[in-house]
């Protein structure tokens, strides 16, 4: 039980912080009577949360899979392209120079020739997302698969262990802590590229609700809406950061 | 006796940016079946590298390495190794870590279960089979490792500085537990014989039938003592008058082969 408490007690100080800057936000606003256009107050930022002037939950919907399909497609995606790379020499000279170009450019400028090839809709924003956030995978299945113990692989050699055999039991075990630190990285890219999608051009989900209410000066839906991304935002990363305790429980004290 | 290993003039030499390096230089050794030999000598001897020519695990460039009468070209699997980090895999349990050669080597992991808790019992290990390596102490990883080592039951043992990294006291421990396995665990086909590298001169003359000197760049053989010491040696044998004078004698061949900058490697051999 104690330990519970003490678990508690280290949220403290964020939890204090971040009641006071909200009493403060709240009280700014009423005091110096900033106009809502400007800056909501939280109270009414919360309001437009639940108001029913907008389908919420069809937003969030839409986002929502939006960045949970383009956190799969990098996922998925670098970590083949990763294990291509450590697999085989050729193959990683092939590719880096590429993979290399595609990092260095500005994934959001590619954003309107997505929308121009695949149309409106959830596809390209997935899409968006998924480049914006596979290049890390990528290189951290790849670090993760090769850098290992010279001992460790004279244990599987002496054996004539084949190639397969020894990535299957040992690199890429070795590798997973490496691939969810770079998840990590990834799921926060998705919400970025589903929204920067939303923007360029869409008729629904949360990015649509931002560029549309500042458009009609309604900025507490605009925070609203920004408030349900970073609920999302939140969810995956959880979701990351529980599923590497559960895959990779020896690595937690390394990342600390 | 029938010899084990049979080395003549084996010899290394590797590429570099800078230009080839010799690693070892006409080595030419023979051992006996059940023989523990420790090699020791200075950082850069090339006394791992010889382990890992052995073992077929690197290309020697002259000579012949024959392992029970079979030249090596290739890794055999006639040989457990522990290297200096017990190179435990850390997502598996202790008992999954012994029994990972029988999954490399392509065998069923179920029937050696029984033979791995006994490895573990003999090295009083059996309360920590489902426990993770890094919920073990330095002395206990390289219990686990040396359980791998000896899982498949291989006639042939090379260890590479496997105590090397633990502290002293611990050391010592591992010094006589190592020969009590040595002693025990002989699997049915008689003891194993032990190459055990070291640059712990008192750790080579405690363990060992013969020990092996080398010398550094180019790595050569500068003598081989026979160690007469009573076995099963104990606590006691190092305070022996006989344990000083091997161990001196090994010291002065070791500082005899060094001049120069490598004199100050040769203080911390003793």
């Known amino acids: ?256 | 006796m029938k010899n084990t290993i049979e080395l003549d003039r084996v010899g290394m030499v590797y590429e570099t940016a800078s230009g080839p390096v010799e690693a070892l230089r006409n080595i030419s050794l023979a051992v006996g079946e059940g023989e523990f030999i420790s090699i020791v000598g200075p950082s850069g001897c090339g006394k791992s590298t010889l382990l890992r020519v052995i073992a077929g695990l690197r290309p020697m460039t002259s000579g012949t390495v024959l392992v029970d009468g079979t030249s090596v070209t290739r890794p055999i699997p006639k040989v457990g190794m522990v290297f200096q980090a017990a190179v435990l895999l850390k997502w598996r349990s202790v008992l999954d870590n012994v029994l990972l050669p029988a999954e490399l080597a392509g065998l069923n992991p179920h029937k050696f279960r029984e033979r791995a808790i006994e490895l573990l019992h003999l090295v009083g290990l059996e309360g920590f089979t489902g426990k993770k390596p890094n919920e073990l102490s330095g002395g206990m990883q390289q219990r686990v490792a040396l359980c791998r080592a000896l899982l498949l039951d291989p006639p042939l043992l090379l260890m590479d500085e496997p105590f090397g990294a633990l502290d002293a006291m611990t050391r010592d421990d591992m010094n006589l537990e190592l020969l009590r396995v040595w002693g025990q665990e002989t699997g049915g086909t008689g003891r194993k014989t032990i190459l055990f590298v070291t640059h712990s001169i008192p750790e080579a003359v405690f363990l060992a039938d013969r020990v092996v000197v080398m010398s550094a760049r180019p790595g050569e053989i500068a003598d081989v003592v026979n160690i007469e010491l009573d076995r099963p040696r104990t606590v006691e044998t190092r305070a022996t008058a006989d344990f000083g004078h091997y161990s001196l004698q090994i010291y002065e061949t070791l500082t005899g082969q060094m001049t120069g900058d490598n004199s100050r490697s040769a203080q911390t051999l003793s």
């Open chain 1, 1 to 256: 039980m104690t330990k519970a408490f003490d678990k508690a007690l280290d949220w403290l100080p964020a939890l204090g912080l971040f009641v006071a800057l909200v009493v403060m936000w709240q009280l700014a606003v009423t005091q110096f009577g900033v106009r809502e256009y400007l800056l909501p107050s939280p109270a009414s930022v919360v309001g437009s949360m639940f108001s029913s002037e907008i389908n919420w939950i069809g937003h969030i919907l839409v986002t929502g899979w939006a960045i949970l399909g383009a956190f799969l497609i990098a996922a998925v995606g670098g970590i083949l392209l990763g294990t291509i790379i450590a697999w085989s020499p050729v193959m990683s000279r092939a590719l880096m120079p590429f993979l290399v170009f595609v990092n260095v450019l500005p994934k959001v400028a590619v954003a309107p020739l997505f929308l121009l090839w695949l149309g409106y809709g959830i596809l390209p924003n997935m899409l968006i997302g998924a480049l914006i956030g596979f290049f890390p995978v990528v290189i951290n299945t790849a670090v993760g698969l090769l850098q290992i113990d010279e001992d460790m692989l004279d244990l599987g050699r002496v054996f004539n262990a084949p190639k397969w055999k020894v990535f299957a039991k040992i690199r890429i075990p070795n590798a997973y802590p490496y691939i969810l630190s770079a998840l990590k990285i990834t799921a926060t890219a998705a919400v970025v590229g589903a929204i920067v999608g939303e923007f360029v051009a869409s008729q629904a989900g949360l990015g649509y609700v931002i560029i549309t209410s500042q458009s009609s000066m309604n900025t507490p839906l605009a925070f609203g809406a920004l408030v349900w991304i970073s609920v999302l935002g939140l969810l995956l990363y959880g979701a990351v950061a529980v599923l590497s305790r559960v895959i990779a429980p020896w690595a937690e004290n390394q990342e600390g």
